[in-house]
């Protein structure tokens, strides 16, 4: 199981750093996708976090069956987990 992760974060990392700006939304969906099929999630999100880390909007989303959520996700603020940020 460790080396299949190991060569996915690879393949990863490689499909991101290849990929034009322009396409990079698509592989990010196809990033998402991939680390939820692998680890059996439901859903994966991205979270772009605001400059003083004190909102975050999710940008992206995978969902293996649900329906996505990504606009209920919005402006989400990060106070409650203040913790996160001070390691």
Request: proline letters at 5%; glycine letters at 4%; charged letters at 20%.
């Amino acid at each position: 199981r460790r080396t299949e992760i190991d060569q996915s974060s690879a393949r990863i990392a490689t499909d991101l750093l290849a990929t034009p700006v322009t396409a990079l939304a698509d592989t990010i969906d196809d990033v998402l996708a991939e680390v939820g099929s692998l680890t059996g999630a439901e859903r994966v999100h991205l979270f772009l976090l605001d400059q003083d880390l004190t909102t975050a909007i999710n940008t992206h989303e995978w969902c293996a069956a649900a329906g996505p959520v990504t606009h209920d996700l919005q402006q989400i603020p990060l106070a409650p987990l203040s913790w996160l940020f001070e390691r």
